[in-house]
C-alpha cells in the first residue's frame, strides 16, 4: 500500500515536472517575436544605378488641367518621379511629405525652386487635376501633380522598373492595390535616372541626400 | 480500508495525466492583449489616414483581430503589405506569446471619411476588437506627417 501512494506521489513528479518544462518552452519562445521589427539593410536607402534609366516621355494632365511634357519640362532640373495614388494612406503621403520636409530644412529656396518633384497617379479615376492639386497642396506647393490615361502611366512608370497595377476587388470585395513605392532620382546634367530611393527612406536620409542629388552627384 | 490508498494513487495519477494534457494543448490558457507604439501621421486630409500599432500577446492562446472602429472615422479598415501589394484583410492572427505589428510599409491601419483632419499634437481613440479576448481601447496619438518610430520625430 506504502508503495502505491509513492507511485502515486512520483507520478505527479513527473507531471510536475513535463509541466516546468512546458513553461520554459513558452518563455524561450518569446525571443523570436523580437527579431520581427529588424531594419532593412544598413547601406541607406538610396541605390545608384549602373545603368541609368532614360526618363519616360510622358505628357499629361497637370492640377491645373494643362498639358505638362514631363522631359520638357525638367529637362535640366534636378528631378525626382514618383507613382502613387491620393487614397494611399501610408507610403504616399509619408514619401511626399519626407521630401517636402527635407527640401525645406536641407536645401536653399533657390534650390527647391529648382527642384522639380513629379508625382504621377496610378489612379487617374479618382484623381483628377482638381483633386490630386489639394492633395499635393496639403504636402508643398511646389510639387507637381501628373494625371491621364492609366495605361501611359503604367508604361511610363514600366520603362524605370517600377510596377504599378490597377487598384482591384478581389472576390470577397476587398481591395487589391499594387505599386512600386520607389522615388527615382534624375540627374540635372544628364537628366538620367540614376538612383532610385527606397520607402524605407527617413527625412533625415532625404536631408542628407537631397544636397548631392540636386547637383546630380552620388547620394 | 486497504483500498482507498489506491484509488487515491489513481486519482493523483489522473490529475497527473490532465495536467499533462493541458501542457501539450494550450486550451485552457487564455490571450493576454496589450497595445503599445501606437501612432496616426498626420494624413494630408481627412479623407485618409494610416495607423500604427503593435498587439502583444502574453499569453498561451492565439487570439485573432477582427475589427477596428473609431468614432474619429466613418470607416477603418486593416490592410496587409506582401511584396508590393496591398491589400485590404477581414482579420489579423495574433499568435501565442508573440505579436501583430502594423508598422509603416507594413501591415497598416485605414482611415476614412474622417470627421476632421487630425493634426499633430491630437489624439484619436480606436476600438479593438478581437475573436476571443474582450475589446481594447486604444488612444492613439497624432504624430507629424513624417514621423519616424525609429527616431522618434
Redesign the interface.
Known sequence: ??K??F???A??A???L??TA?GSQ?SG??SP?SM??Q?AGQRGPATVLDQPWDKPGLVLTDTHGKKYDLRKETQGHPTLLYFGY??????C??TM??IA?AAQKSLTPAQRDDLRVVFVTTDPGRDTPAALG??LK??DPRFIGLTGDFKTVQAAARSVGI?VEPTTK?K?G????????QVVAFSPKTDGGYVLIG??A???DYIKDLPKLIEGAKP | MSRRPAVLATAAALAGALALAGCSKPAPAKAELSVSGSYMPQPVSADMAAGFLTITNKGGAKDELTSVTSAAAGRVTMHSTVGGAMREESSFPIPAHGRLVFKSGGNHLMFEQLRHRPKQGQTVTLKLTFAASGPLTVRMPVESATYHPSTGH
Open positions: 500500500m506504502r502505491k501512494t507511485a502515486a506521489a507520478l505527479l513527473a507531471a510536475t513535463t509541466l512546458c513558452d519562445s518569446q517575436v520581427v521589427s531594419e491620393t487614397h494611399c494612406p501610408d507610403i503621403p509619408t511629405s519626407n520636409v489639394s492633395w496639403g504636402i510596377s478581389d470577397n476587398k481591395l487589391v492595390s499594387v505599386h512600386g513605392t520607402e524605407e527617413t527625412v533625415d
